[in-house]
């Protein structure tokens, strides 16, 4: 075959390597510019779902408990945390967990537990104290959507508990409206201060969180939801040292 003969295709596989390389600089412009569009595909991915909402207690519970390991373990999933799980729950929810923690920002429940949009309702409180309005906010998972797991989540070295404890020993009022912290706090006090404890504002949480979690079982209007099997009331403690919640009272059998 001669030159000439060649020199065409030659002229068309150039040609296009030229139509292709000013493609690419016209729609991608960089390297960096690819691996942005890589990374933002990544991100709008949806996250794995948890499948159906647990309906009774112990897999309510169990739900949750391997969520925390998930995050003991950092195996997170990060589920149903995207705008197609933000659109389903748009005009519905059906929560199967409601959590009362501490407002401490080393708790945050949805990521202790490794849950997704519209699988908790949370309250939180210094201490986890209670009063009407929380204790009405806790009531409304169960009463009003059926909610069958309520934990009553108190954490280590909890900042809300030992100032109380500190104030309580000294007979010193906390500031403002702080002091209802404290009375909230204060049957829980009472009930450490009659024991021997190695650390006394330890012994406080957890106290704290059991007699919350009881109250709560025996609660006038949560109380039959409970003897019929179809609410659990769970008192549970969390490590910051180890991100692992251990249960203190109440797991479902």
């Known amino acids: 075959m001669s030159i000439q003969a060649d020199a065409p295709g030659r002229r068309t596989l150039l040609t296009g390597a030229a139509s292709l390389a000013a493609v690419c600089l016209v729609g991608c412009s960089s390297a960096e510019e690819i691996d942005e569009k890589i990374d933002g595909a990544h991100k709008a991915a949806p996250a794995p779902s948890t499948g159906g909402s647990p309906s009774t207690p112990k897999a309510a519970y169990e739900r949750l408990m391997e969520g925390n390991e998930r995050w003991v373990t950092n195996a997170l999933r990060h589920p149903d945390r995207d705008p197609t799980r933000r659109q389903l729950l748009a005009t519905n929810q059906q929560p199967y967990g409601a959590v009362l923690s501490c407002i401490d ?6 990521l202790v537990f490794d849950t997704g949009l519209g699988d908790l309702f949370v309250m939180r409180s210094g201490g986890t104290a209670v009063g009407p309005v929380i204790t ?6 169960p009463m009003i959507s059926g909610t069958p ?3 009553v989540l ?3 070295r909890c900042g809300a508990v030992s100032a109380v404890y500190k104030a309580l020993r000294a007979d010193k009022p906390l500031p403002g409206n702080l002091q209802a912290i404290t009375e909230a706090l204060r049957p ?14 330890e012994a406080m949480a957890k106290a704290q969180v059991k007699l919350t979690a009881n109250a709560l079982r025996g ?3 949560l109380a039959p939801l409970v ?3 179809d609410l659990a009331v769970v008192s549970a403690y969390y490590s ?9 009272n109440g797991a479902p059998a």
Not at 136 to 141: L, M, R
Not at 240 to 248: A, F, K
């Open 105 to 110: 920002s080393r708790v945050p429940p949805e």
């Open 154 to 156: 108190g954490h280590q």
């Open 240 to 248: 910051l040292d180890t991100g692992e919640v251990e249960i203190l």
């Open 219 to 221: 609660n006038r209007d």
């Open 149 to 151: 797991l309520i934990i």
């Open 188 to 201: 829980a006090y009472e009930q450490t201060e009659r024991g021997n404890h190695a650390d006394p504002t």
């Open 227 to 229: 003897t019929k099997g």
């Open 136 to 141: 009405g906010s806790i009531e409304y998972g």
